[in-house]
């Protein structure tokens, strides 16, 4: 049909499709971010029963991590970070399905979590079958990183067992004067994790145990167990278990009448301790990677301050707590961060390379420089460790009483 035969527009009709034609242009111009798909982030970790407090800390952590990657624009080209959470509640098996759930249905490119080693251990042939990289913030089996993988798609920013137990022999030696120390483990697979590295720390010093007892999760009285290290001669107590557990210990030492110094792993630190080990749960000496009492660094002012304006019940220090699970998870985010940026994508593959190509980073507990390599995937050590007590029950550290 000519040119000339075609029907009339008129102004207002062209002004319709002008403005319909605009409209689809900035609408495909914006469609790339509006349509941009958030990057997911997945946590597994105890948000229920005893340690439920230490799996708030973690989760709040990240969170307040995330929210400032996510202020200055986010991840591969504007995507925001969203934190997926589920719920491990301290088992492995549960711990498995929730990182199946994320990996598979929520298509996380990276899991934080692990605050149980036991459930962690499970997690780990997990993710490195699925080349899923995981960040674990706290539980601090050996084993959970040097676990025989190559690739490894494991990652730590915490404590370390077997560095740990060199430091918790040398805290008690300094202290306590501990000449003869005896141990009292969980029976669980953290438990021998500590054994194995207590053993090797004793034997690197000459310093010869009292002796090695065992106790259950379900245990209320460990009083035989202790009896036997009592009557061994232990002049101190090495202590690893979690937070019910080691205010069984307390509890049992009341019954006892006995007053020995308890040097601890971090496990009291996970939740209502002083409310369950009684006021002598105040005695018990444990170990940190960090604490928000005292002169902070501008980072540390920075995540106090973006605590209390988040969370309603954080007034001040002595509410973040555990102390650790926040600052653990924090920088565990941000150590992630900067490996899926340099990955530049969200292949497990790439973003396990990406861990080993950080360099200089200003973190929370300290300053980071080439913190991750192959063969070694724990981004802290024994200099990173302060030791802690719980005062009004608030964790503060060793000498400070408020």
Same mark, same amino acid.
């Given at each position: ?33 509006? !349509? ?44 925001? #970070? ?115 590295? #207590?053993?090797? !720390? ?26 036997? #290290?009592?009557? !061994? ?77 988040? &969370? ?23 150590? !992630? ?18 861990? &080993? ?10 300053? &980071? ?34």
């Amino acid at each position: 049909m000519p040119a000339s035969s075609l029907p009339a527009i008129s102004v207002v009709g062209r002004r319709a499709l002008f403005a319909s034609a605009l409209a689809l242009a900035v609408a495909a111009s914006w469609a790339p971010v509006r !349509a941009a798909d958030p990057l997911k982030i997945g946590l597994v970790t105890a948000l229920s029963g005893q340690s439920a407090l230490a799996g708030e800390a973690i989760s709040r952590g990240a969170q307040i991590a995330i929210d400032e990657i996510n202020a200055k624009g986010g991840l591969l080209g504007g995507r925001m #970070l969203e934190l997926v959470r589920r719920d491990d509640e301290s088992n492995p098996a549960k711990g498995v399905v929730a990182a199946r759930e994320l990996i598979f249905k929520e298509k996380v490119a990276l899991i934080i979590g692990g605050l149980d080693t036991p459930v962690a251990m499970a997690i780990v042939p997990l993710v490195n079958q699925e080349k899923m990289p995981f960040v674990d913030p706290w539980a601090a089996g050996t084993a959970i990183t040097k676990n025989g993988a190559n690739p490894n798609y494991v990652f730590r920013v915490s404590a370390v067992d077997e560095s740990v137990d060199i430091g918790m022999l040398g805290y008690a030696q300094k202290t306590f004067k501990a000449a003869k120390p005896g141990m009292i483990l969980i029976n669980n697979p953290w438990g021998e994790s500590n054994e194995k590295g #207590l053993k090797d !720390a004793l034997a690197a010093k000459g310093v010869a145990a009292a002796g090695v007892e065992k106790f259950e999760t379900s245990d209320v009285d460990v009083v035989p167990q202790l009896t036997r #290290l009592k009557a !061994a001669g232990a002049d101190t107590l090495f202590l690893v278990a979690n937070v019910g557990p080691s205010a069984q210990v307390v509890k049992s030492l009341d019954r006892m009448g006995w007053k020995v110094p308890v040097v601890s792993h971090w496990g009291p630190a996970g939740g209502r301790f002083t409310e369950l080990a009684g006021p002598n749960g105040k005695e018990v000496h444990f170990v940190q990677t960090y604490s928000f009492f005292g002169k902070q660094s501008p980072v540390g002012e920075r995540v106090i301050k973006a605590m209390t304006a988040k &969370y309603p019940n954080v007034k001040g220090p002595g509410d973040i707590t555990p102390a650790v699970g926040v600052a653990n998870a924090y920088d565990s985010m941000h150590l !992630a961060a900067l490996a899926i940026a340099a990955a530049g994508s969200t292949d497990g593959e790439a973003i396990r390379q990406g861990f &080993y190509k950080i360099g200089h980073h200003e973190g929370l507990i300290k300053t &980071y420089n080439k913190p991750f390599a192959e063969g070694r995937h724990d981004a802290l050590g024994p200099d990173d460790y302060v030791w802690a007590q719980f005062i009004d029950n608030r964790i503060v550290p060793v000498g400070v009483a408020n």
